[in-house]
């Protein structure tokens, strides 16, 4: 297999044409409403904010940096803008059950005059009513009622008097009441001289005397039957003139709001509950009661005065009271009351006819917040209850307030990770939430997308306030997002990382006094950038150059090879070079993988290193037990070790232990390798080349170094200047590979070797070394099994 030419500068970093940049600067360029390379989102959003059917809910799915928030806003409030403006909602007071408040729905803009005018009617009660008591009419029919009670009471009093006189006995008042006495001649007789009457006269005169008592106590008991009627009859003056009093604005008011018959019955329901409690505005001080009042007034829960089309919402804090409201309490006296007024309405609420957006994770994080959320979905209605009633914590009595009928459109924003854990363990999940809009990670970069792009980096200098750049910047820009997107070929779709560097690089251009952003401002913007996160990785290398971890980038060596790893610590990765190291001895064909054995390697690893393994059997005794004992090790290595991209390395390393063959340090090696010995794609390919790099810098001139990387990584590197140079003047080599042969060629400087008919290797390559070094173990490991044999046997009774 021929060795693959070693990569050029060109093949290590793609430019950006300045040519295909048709500006000086971006100021010239227009705004770019939407984002380029997102027509696959931005279909699943047109269809999800257009689709009425229940349960057509979206889910925004993409890595976070992307712009997710603000690009769905655009898009909804686009929507929305064409959309009806939704209906006001308020609470009044409900006369029949006054802890389940009714909801009253309202054209939209018209529920703050609404409650204006119950505000206006309320204000006119307190002083109109009590002013209709003290009206000289009103005074006139009490009195008139008062001295009919009066007449009639003196005239049974007066009856049974003139009854009393025509018999000789005078009727008395005395301070405990009225009482008889006899009399002669007009003149009340004395005791004494009552004494000298005949029982006959005396007999008679208490007969009668006690037939007056009895029709006495009949007149006096009808004095509450006469209280009572007049009371009623007051009553009824109250209503009389309570309904006279209300009948303008009542009037005026039934009138206005005909159209809505909810508020019509409402007001015939306040009429009705004013006139009951007349005799409670007779207080001309102080008026009527402040609570009697509040009746009247209006909840005024969602006012759409100033929408503009249907609301678009977002809640940054989706907690089960933010979203579907709350009742709140005021402490008074040491005591928590509530009321009507106090329903505050939530944000389903306030987005009700329009589209709500929520952070998946956010809501998630907040107690009862998802399962109350899909409750409402489902009924299409929002229930304002507290999670204490709820769920039975508490069985106190609050306000019920009548549910809204809900017409929403929710979308959550949200990563891959939480759609999918959803999809798998939320069964109602996939009912409520059935368009994926799923943002893309990256678009293409061609001819094409270079103007798009740049009108994109224009709208986002706008949009943050920075200076306009020219061509140079922009074109920096774009191969730093390339860099970003680890392809030459695309661009990354993570808006925040540019944002930020277009602000950081206006921030240089202010403090170099450019009136715009040049490429230089770009390039000093990512090297502070790179320098600010760069402590740990400047320790490292430190370690390095001091020979605390040992890595040698010149000579030769048995079972040791330079494999190359990527570090991620927060937002900041770095690669980082490890020695890999291997034994080989005679066996029973096992491979011992030292960082699973310790418990450090991951499963991915693992699997690495039994493919490696199933790859030696398979080339090197096809028709034989592999006799090897081997063993692989990251050296100096104290955390976990995951993933497949350094078995090539192992392979490498584990054959040179075994061939006795040395490798050279000065190359580092990464890739994957399947069963076939073929080397597939790894991530992280420019920090891993450019942290062997930095240490081969570091312990000299580079001279004569390089790295192995998969073939097809080689479209993916967007490497730094300096390895660039490097590369340029010949010092740093970097080797596309395609199958473990060329590496094992490139490391030890031997060819490999292809098999022939009958399976056997040439003389002096690699693989005839390895093949013969594994033919020796095999005879090693016979000779140990036969005098093992041999002494068992002796030692058998039987034999």
Known sequence: MALPEPLTEAQVYRQCPLDRLDFDTTESLEDLSLPVGQDRMLRALEFGASMEAQGFNLFVLGPSGAGKHELVRRVLASHASARPVPSDWCHVFNFQQSDRPRAIELPPGQGGRFRHDMNELASELKTTVPATFESEEYQARIQELQ?????????????????????HIAMLTTPAGFTFAPMRNGEVIEPEEYKTFSDDEKQLIEAKVEDLQKKLQQAIQQVPRLRKEVRERVHALNEEMVQLTLGGPMGELREKWAHVSAVVGYLDAVREDVVEHAEAFQDAENGAPAGLLNRYRVNLLVDNTHTQGAPVVYEDHPNHQHLSGQIEHRAHQGNLYTDFTLIRAGSLHRANGGYLILDARRLLSQPMAWDSLKRILFSREIRIESLERLYGLATTVSQQPEPIPLSVKVVLLGDRTLYYLLSHYDPDFLDLFKVEADFDDD?????????????????????????????GAVARLIEHASRLASDQNKLTGHDRVLKDLISEADYWSGVAESPCIQACHVQQAIDEREYRASRIRERSLEQIRRGVVRISTQGEQIGQVNGLSVLQLGATRFGQPTRITATARPGKGQVVDIEREAKLGGPIHSKAVMILSRYLANRYAPMAVLSLSASLAFEQSYGGVEGDSASVAETCVLLSAIAGVPLKQSLAVTGSMNQHGEVQAVGGVNEKIEGFFNVCQQSGAVSQQGALLPASNAEHLMLSSAVRQAVKNGAFTIYPISHIDQAIELLSG??????????????????????????????????????????HDGNDPQA
Do not use: C, H, W
């Not at 293409?444 to 709208?459: H, I, Q």
């Open 147 to 167: 001295d009919e009670v009066t007449r009639r009471q003196q005239q049974g009093l007066a009856a049974i008097e003139e009854e009393a006189n025509a018999n």
């Open 750 to 791: 031997l060819a490999p070797g292809e098999p022939d008919g009958d399976g056997l290797f040439p003389e002096g390559s690699f693989n005839r070394r390895v093949a013969d070094r594994l033919a020796d173990f095999a005879k090693i490991g016979k000779s140990k099994d036969s005098s093992q044999d041999a002494e």
């Open 443 to 471: 678009m293409d970069r061609d001819d094409e997308s270079y103007p798009l792009y740049a009108r994109m980096l224009a709208t986002m200098a706008r949009s943050s306030g920075a200076r306009a750049m020219d061509r």
